[in-house]
């Protein structure tokens, strides 16, 4: 293979590929000790994507994240790296072509191994709609072509209805006249998430999850740093930073409430719900793209299974949490079903999963199907920049902009944005080693599928996993229920990942959560066993990770059994938090906190 990771000269210029306990103590250890240069709240996508940013312009960069990176709305998105052919038609067209041009850079430069092609149709239920969905679709493909480099996709392409059913034969051929096709690009969200923050911390980056900002330090009016609570020890401390830039997205508001400010733009969340099914449910070579009479409806493909969503619908319960109810469940089916021959019943529902956009509102009131998917960058706090809004796909844009205006405010001269050339880990040799993937098969008798799952995963830092089934040959076996996850990923997860606790395993750094018909119950007490040995977990700590575990799962299915939000949040919420054992209790809120210097 290509090697293990990307070389730098010393580590002066990196401080480690690996997010394991050790190197979380040591970045905590840090911002402790020392002042940094910008300190980011939030281990979502765009938080990480800050302290990437930061940290490559040669700053000294600190990260706190409150639970596990991308555990909010990063983990929970369609997977799509899009441009968002539905803006278009709200002549939203600078968004269009500026997500179009970071998706040619994720699937050729940053993340060839993460961020792949997929195919989409759009089937046409009268020819009438052809001319107008593909003066659409050529405006897309124009712009894909108006950045520094070639797209990476094919052109949009027009089919009969012939065509159509022989590429998706369970179509409903009384209900479509035809069909156009074209491409984007999808994403393992979290996985995704997980690389970058790797990425942060061998460029410098102080990285450390499991850490709440409980207030801020201001000196007068100004923000210096913030007040934090290690929940993994129950530590409270102060980080010093000349920039703080808050990234925590529908928690926008909250943490803005901390500081005594309102700020001049409001975050409203909005409830997305997919629903995830096994592939032999419908045949078909590509996803689908439907028109619904809020906003659209994707059917996705996705390894084994299909995903299929997503709501819009606002969301003011818990933001840790959202809940998909019944009713959710029902739209969707009731949506894709529209065009499918053989329908879709709740009992080929595999998985489902809520998120929350952080959209941008100017004004009370109105649907969240209308709310702008653009960013927005304040400053209003001295010490402090906000970021909020914007696209999952436009994450690295959004991080730039964030960073410009910290950097605004510091003293001396720092370089501009470079992360338009900076590959995530796993990404430099990728495309050598799949091409490799048949030798190193059967160098470690491994089937080629279990390669190119790993390849497709970690890129060329497949080297690190091939080396734990050398030394562990049994951690080779699949985890029970979950038959494209190896017990060598759990173990990887804990000690390169950042990974704390059973359920950072089986959600996020893995999405066992919602592709195994039983939610990951069975692979539970398996993973939680790989990761004692990992973390030093003891009997008590192990059965007690396992029980929080099968508790949430638990919640999550009763919750999509009740009709409204209401009711569905009170069900899930019923499951305790992740609280480690020998943590300190949360006291009340620390707030602001003025220092005298």
Not at 242 to 250: F, H, L, M, R
Not at 285 to 312: A, C
Not at 346 to 358: F, I, K, N, S, T
């Amino acid at each position: 293979m290509a090697g293990k990771q990307q070389t730098a000269p010393s580590k002066s210029v990196r401080r480690s590929a690996n997010l394991g306990p050790e190197e979380r103590a040591k970045a905590l250890a840090s911002m402790r000790e020392r002042e940094v240069d910008v300190l980011v709240i939030g281990g979502g996508i765009v938080g990480v994507g800050s302290a990437l940013d930061a940290v490559t312009r040669g700053l000294r960069v600190g990260l706190v994240e409150a639970r596990d990176f991308a555990s909010g709305t990063s983990s929970r998105s369609s997977k799509l790296i899009h441009g968002g052919i539905r803006y278009l038609e709200q002549l939203n067209f600078g968004l269009v072509r500026e997500a179009l041009i970071e998706r040619g850079l994720l699937l050729q430069r940053i993340a060839p191994h993460l961020v792949k092609p997929v195919r989409f149709l759009y089937p046409l239920t009268n020819q009438l709609e052809r001319g107008y969905i593909g003066a659409g679709m050529a405006l897309y493909d124009a712009f894909s072509y108006t950045g520094f480099m070639r797209p990476g996709v094919p052109l949009h392409r027009h089919l009969t209805k012939k065509q159509m059913l022989k590429e998706i034969p369970s179509l409903d051929p009384n209900a479509l006249v035809g069909g156009l096709t074209y491409y984007d690009a999808q994403v393992d969200d979290a996985r995704y998430v997980a690389e970058l923050a790797r990425t942060a911390s061998f460029y410098g980056a102080h990285v450390a999850s499991r850490v709440r900002a409980e207030g801020f330090l201001k000196v007068g009016e100004r923000v210096v740093g913030i007040q934090a609570h290690d929940y993994e020890t129950g530590e409270r401390f102060e980080i010093r930073a000349k920039q703080v830039v808050n990234a925590t997205g529908v928690w926008t508001g909250d943490t803005q409430a901390m500081v005594g400010e309102r700020g001049d733009f409001r975050v409203r969340a909005s409830k997305g719900v997919h629903l995830v099914v096994p592939r032999d449910r419908f045949h078909s070579s590509m996803g689908l793209l439907l028109r619904t009479e809020k906003s659209v409806l994707f059917v996705i493909p996705w390894g084994r299974h299909w995903i299929i969503g997503t709501t819009d619908t606002d969301w003011e319960l818990d933001k840790a949490h959202p809940a998909a109810t019944a009713a959710d469940i029902d739209y969707i089916l009731e949506h894709v079903n529209s065009v499918l021959a053989t329908k879709l019943t709740r009992a080929d529902v595999e998985g489902v999963y809520a998120g929350l956009r952080p959209l941008l509102a100017a004004a009370e009131g109105g649907s969240t199907a209308n709310l702008s998917r653009e960013h927005h960058v304040s400053h209003t706090v001295p010490g402090l920049v906000m970021i909020a809004g914007g696209k999952w796909t436009t994450y690295r844009v959004m991080a730039k902009d964030a960073i410009d205006e910290a950097v605004s405010a510091i003293d001396g001269k720092v370089p501009p944005s470079c992360t338009e050339d900076i590959p995530l880990l796993g990404a430099v040799g990728y495309r050598a080693a799949w091409n490799k993937r048949g030798k190193i098969a059967k160098a470690f008798g491994l089937h080629k599928h279990r390669v190119e799952h790993l390849l497709n995963r970690y890129g060329v830092m497949t080297d690190d996993l091939l080396d734990i089934i050398r030394e562990r040959p049994e951690l080779a076996e699949p985890l029970p229920g979950a038959d494209d996850y190896l017990g060598a990923e759990v173990r990887y997860a804990c000690l390169a990942e950042g990974a704390l606790h059973l359920d950072d395993v089986l959600a996020r750094r893995t999405r066992i959560s919602i592709e195994a018909w039983d939610r990951g119950v069975a692979a539970a007490p398996v993973a939680a066993r790989i990761m004692a040995e990992a973390l030093g977990w003891d009997e008590e700590r192990i059965e007690k990770e396992i029980n929080t575990y099968n508790k949430r799962v638990a919640a999550e299915l009763a919750s999509q059994e009740l009709p409204d939000d209401e009711s569905a949040d009170r069900a899930r919420t019923e499951a305790p938090e992740i609280v480690p054992l020998g943590a300190l209790p949360v006291a009340e809120p620390v707030g602001t906190r003025a220092q005298a210097g």
